[in-house]
Nanobody, 117 residues
Framework: QIKLQESGPGLVKPSQTLSLTCTASGDSETSGYYYWSWIRQSPGIGLEWIGA???????YYNPTLNSRALISTDDSENTINLQMSNLKPEDTAVYYC?????????WGQGTQVTVSS
């Protein structure tokens, strides 16, 4: 079993770049991961998939984000990172890390990101 913890700034100004990190702890082996992903939830909108990094190295993104998102993983640190550029107020949301590890789906507790000047 693993535990996921997201971290990052709670407040970001419009047009800035957001950087978030999700760290996995517990009984974790790199070979056990099928995918790492980021998902967000905005008030009144629901869950929105941002993108995912698969076990084979392929990374996929939600096309509606217009290439503003960049996902990377660090196997040595058991982390997945999200960078999102040119932030807008509508990017305000709770951002979650989600992984499929040994056929079990895990979620982090989420981190609130507010985009405001």
């Amino acid at each position: 079993q693993i535990k996921l913890q997201e971290s990052g700034p709670g407040l970001v100004k419009p047009s800035q770049t957001l950087s978030l990190t999700c760290t996995a702890s517990g009984d974790s082996e790199t070979s056990g991961y099928y995918y790492w992903s980021w998902i967000r939830q905005s008030p009144g909108i629901g869950l929105e998939w941002i993108g995912a990094s698969l076990f084979n190295g392929n990374v996929y993104y939600n096309p509606t984000l217009n290439s503003r998102a960049l996902i990377s993983t660090d196997d040595s640190e058991n982390t997945i990172n999200l960078q999102m550029s040119n932030l807008k107020p509508e990017d305000t949301a709770v951002y979650y890390c989600n992984v499929l590890y040994r056929r079990t789906n895990y979620w982090g507790q989420g981190t609130q990101v507010t985009v405001s000047s």
